[in-house]
């Protein structure tokens, strides 16, 4: 029993050493400034510390909204490549998105001739059918 009390002090006291070793020195403040994860005397409201890396603004379709204008990179006559543009001529705008599983052009156009006003579809098609999605679109 004497033993097991013993080798518990002793994991103990080498783990608060160790962990006392890997802690950086700390960092001093420029004078006028507070120091880090000290709130501002005139700040009226705190702001949440970024959790991780932020995310990348992206010209993908999958994050195309409704009002929204894209066009077509892609090669002429091949697969679209659409990205989210400012709506100028030759753009396509935005008129609907349907998400949900989708299983390609016929579908795609179905949901669309419900549009009003739409001249064009574009439909992304995934294996899982939860991010599958059609656009409806209007060309300016």
């Known amino acids: 029993m004497l033993a097991v009390v013993l080798l518990v002090v002793a994991a103990g006291g080498a783990f608060w050493l160790l962990r006392g070793q890997d802690d950086p020195a700390p960092l001093a403040a420029p004078s006028g400034s507070p120091a880090a994860g000290e709130p501002s005397p005139d700040a009226d409201v705190a702001e949440p510390a970024p959790s991780g890396a932020a995310p990348e603004s992206s010209a993908d379709p999958r994050f195309a909204k409704v009002g929204q204008c894209v066009r077509n990179d ?6 679209p490549k659409l990205v989210i543009s400012g709506c100028v001529a030759k753009s396509y ?34 294996e899982l059918d939860t991010l599958d999605f059609v656009l409806c679109l209007k060309q300016r």
């Open 74 to 79: 892609g090669a002429a006559g091949g697969k």
């Open 93 to 126: 705008e935005v008129l609907s998105r349907i998400d949900g599983a989708t299983s390609g052009e016929r579908d795609a156009e179905a949901k669309c001739g419900k549009v009003e006003g739409y001249t064009n579809w574009y439909f992304f098609d995934s």
